[in-house]
């Protein structure tokens, strides 16, 4: 029994359509969510004073 068990679960090799959608939709979420603390005016200061402190 816990034999056919193992070869079941291993014969699943990837992400199904579903799963590759819902990773998608992850990854698209949390680039957007990135792309607006990016743009935000607090870290876009703190960004050029740490490029400005760099280039010094």
Do not use: W
């Amino acid at each position: 029994m816990l034999r056919k068990l193992r070869t079941r679960l291993r014969g699943d090799a990837g992400m199904n359509t579903a799963e590759y959608a819902v990773g998608t939709l992850a990854a698209v979420a949390f680039a957007g969510l990135l792309l607006k603390v990016l743009t935000s005016g607090n870290v876009q200061a703190a960004l050029t004073a740490v490029i400005d402190r760099a280039l010094k």
